[in-house]
């Protein structure tokens, strides 16, 4: 059976990992953290159809599901990867999802493109456009296609504005195991998670969700009950659990493919590990709070501020109170080149250093990891 292809018309009437330094450019040592093991949101090989297609029905006691799925999914692709185009089934060449980011531009996940220059983009009414990779970036696991010939009807998404609060409504909508158009719901049921990149690295800021996401979801969007993009879908690690990467990083990096093809992202050159009571006493701190310097690249920016044993409370005249704070600012409000001072503990005493950040190199170095 051929994977569910309704017309435009049908399609809208039914509506672990450690925490983050090694998106400092670094990597985190014994830290707890959030595991978002599991499944690649992209599908090397489309399946048979073997389920339901998961949107909702727009005489169901949706609260409002039917009418945001009508909005968005016309800004919602199909994206292939190897494979004929013209053929229906999607057969000989992975996939994934990807969302309408700006007039000829579409977002993916970088591993549902890996290393292709040329895809195959198919819209809600089933038109399929050749399309062109110009950037990627595995450290934050995003990738921009350019389209020629968008259908009128595919507008672009926005991203929400700001970090969505525990508990806001969501819907992941995407292909599923090639089962174009589907949607589910859950809620935002955690913020700033580290999800694995496909690079090494982690990818701070992430959105944890209770929405179903499955092999295909990758690169889609998750978007809020008024049709924001809260994320893009990364990954699913089990049942009511996946994630997204943030709108805020995306905002930060896509606009760099665009008109780059590439994103370089600050560079601290640590590795640390949380902070302990008993390294908080040895500190001098009232409580475990900071980020634990386990590591020092020896020819990284840090190598002339930072030594090991020291702990980082503050960045930039902030208190950091854990390793994801650190990875958030830098990935999102620092740039390499950029001159930082860090508030740091060292032999009981506070003092502050500076450190000039450099640009993160492709993967973490051996002794990172």
């Not at 830290?31 to 949101?41: C, H």
């Not at 993916?108 to 890996?114: P, Q």
């Not at 010939?149 to 609060?165: F, G, H, T």
């Not at 006493?281 to 709070?289: E, I, N």
Request: proline share 6%; hydrophobic share 35%; charged share 20%.
């Amino acid at each position: 059976m051929t994977p569910n292809q309704p017309s435009r018309r049908a399609v809208l009437s039914a509506a672990g990992v450690t925490l983050a330094s090694a998106l400092a450019g670094c990597s985190a040592e014994n830290i707890g953290s959030v595991t978002a093991n599991g499944t690649d949101g992209d599908s090397e090989n489309e399946t048979d159809e073997s389920g339901n297609d998961s949107a909702p029905s727009a005489a169901g006691s949706t609260g409002g599901y039917a009418a945001v799925y009508d909005d968005v999914i016309g800004s919602v692709v199909l994206v292939r990867v190897g494979g004929d185009s013209a053929d229906s089934q999607g057969s000989g060449g992975g996939q994934g999802s990807g969302w309408v980011y700006r007039d000829g531009y579409v977002v993916t996940n970088a591993h549902v493109v890996t290393d292709a220059t040329d895809v195959q983009v198919r819209f809600a009414e089933g038109e399929w456009r050749d399309g062109s990779v110009v950037g990627t970036d595995a450290s934050s696991d995003l990738a921009v296609i350019e389209v020629d010939e968008k259908p009128d009807y595919a507008e672009a998404l926005s991203l929400v504005e700001s970090q969505p609060a525990v508990g806001t409504e969501v819907l992941a909508i995407g292909n599923p195991y090639g089962l174009e158009g589907s949607v589910t719901s859950g809620l935002v049921s955690g913020v700033n998670r580290s999800i694995p990149a496909p690079n090494g690295y982690t990818i701070p800021d992430g959105i944890q969700t209770g929405a179903p996401v499955n092999p295909g979801n990758s690169g889609g969007p998750l978007v809020t009950t008024d049709g924001e993009v809260v994320g893009v879908i990364n990954s699913g690690g089990g049942e009511n659990l996946a994630f997204a990467i943030s709108a805020a990083l995306v905002d930060r990096v896509v606009p760099a493919l665009v008109e780059d093809g590439s994103y370089d992202h600050p560079y601290l050159g640590i590795g640390f590990r949380t902070v302990t009571p008993e390294i908080a006493s040895q500190a001098g701190l009232d409580g475990p709070r900071g980020v634990a310097v386990a590591r020092v690249e020896p020819d990284g920016p840090s190598a002339d501020a930072l030594r090991q044993g020291d702990v980082v409370v503050g960045v930039a005249g902030r208190t950091i109170d854990d390793g994801q704070e650190l990875s958030s600012y830098l990935a999102l409000e620092a740039s390499p080149e950029e001159t930082v001072e860090l508030a740091v503990r060292r032999d009981g005493e506070r003092r502050t250093v500076s450190v000039t950040l450099g640009v993160r190199p492709e993967r973490p170095a051996t002794a990172s990891r």
